[in-house]
């Protein structure tokens, strides 16, 4: 398996997931002609997709999908309040697989798992992606840690985790109270403390893996705040060195690829 982060941030998200025997997008955020070229460059045809899979309907995860669908006709895999979400907004026929939080299917060469989170929408998901010899955990746009994702990360390879927004930064820049609010709920985004928790809880116990904080916030969070919080999180703990190899995926353009058996590779941030 190999894993491109093609975006990740408000402007758009979206993952490229490719085996050997076929591919699919994790969000589709961006529009069909970027994703037409960001595949292609990476030698995936769009039409060779096998799915898109669709973690809720806010149009920074799913502004590409539906487009990408009718032209395509591939299928998108959610929710079924996330697929009506997408109905709503756009009376075309396209193709489907509803999955509930909890359940998995067969999509091509991938097994997929739908796995509960919290977020202000209809039915938002996250998701576990797996082949016969590694998975990955994508768990973005989530308030809180749910069971669901916390056990689906046992046996992960790769954890694509969102680390939205420093709380301090968040609760004293320019952003109007209520939208502080919502950020901050249990149906809003996981701050870096919240994100940290749960990877260095897991390397702790299960080992390390490669995990990518996604999902960073441009006005509340940048890639430097979440590596120092990581690393004063580690070091706090007693770790002698990072329990696990921690990347920061660029919010607006390709930027982190992972294959099985190695490290992700990454352009410089710094």
Request: proline share 4%; aromatic share 6%.
């Amino acid at each position: 398996m190999t894993v491109h982060c093609l975006a990740s941030g408000s402007s758009g998200n979206s993952l490229l997931v490719v085996s050997e025997a076929g591919a699919l997008l994790v969000d589709a955020g961006i529009g069909v002609r970027t994703l037409k070229r960001w595949c292609g460059e990476r030698g995936v045809a769009l039409e060779s997709l096998c799915g898109v899979l669709v973690t809720h309907e806010h149009g920074d995860h799913s502004v590409g999908a539906v487009p990408l669908a009718v032209k395509y006709k591939v299928p998108i895999v959610a929710t079924a309040g996330t697929l009506a979400a997408l109905q709503r907004s756009d009376k075309r026929d396209f193709p489907t697989q509803a999955l509930s939080p909890g359940s998995e299917t067969a999509l091509g060469a991938f097994g997929i798992r739908a796995l509960l989170t919290t977020h202000d929408a209809a039915e938002p998901c996250g998701f576990r992606v797996e082949t016969s010899s590694t998975a990955l955990v994508y768990a973005t746009d989530t308030g809180s840690i749910t069971p669901d994702v916390r056990s689906a990360c046992c046996g992960a390879s790769l954890l694509v985790i969102e680390a939205n927004h420093d709380i301090h930064r968040l609760r004293f820049g320019p952003y109007p109270e209520s939208l502080k609010s919502r950020i901050l709920a249990r149906t809003g985004h996981l701050s870096n403390n919240a994100a940290a928790d749960l990877v260095l809880g897991h390397s702790l116990e299960h080992g390390p893996a490669s995990v990518w904080f996604s999902h960073l916030s441009e006005v509340n969070n940048t890639p430097g705040i979440v590596k120092a919080y990581w690393k004063r999180r580690w070091q706090e703990a007693g770790c002698a060195a990072s329990p696990a190899a921690v990347e920061i995926a660029q919010r607006d353009s390709p930027s982190l690829v992972w294959r099985a058996g190695a490290q992700a590779v990454q352009k410089s941030l710094f």
